[in-house]
């Protein structure tokens, strides 16, 4: 095979792994971003359960 032809395989490997990483990153983005709306949501929920000792 050619150099061209070599060029092409390494380069066709190249965008290959970087769509990979690409979507591996978007899914881990997407996962940490439902973990912080799940950490807010509780933290909402547990401030509105909490009353001051104030109003006890």
């Known amino acids: 095979m050619s150099f061209f032809h070599w060029a ?3 380069f066709g490997l190249f965008v290959a792994s970087g769509a990979v990483f690409a979507l591996l ?3 881990l983005f997407r996962g940490v971003k439902a973990l912080a709306g799940d950490a807010a949501r509780l933290a909402a929920r547990l401030a509105a ?3 001051p000792r104030s109003q006890r």
């Open 8 to 10: 092409l395989v390494f």
């Open 25 to 27: 990153a978007l899914r």
């Open 49 to 51: 359960v909490e009353t």
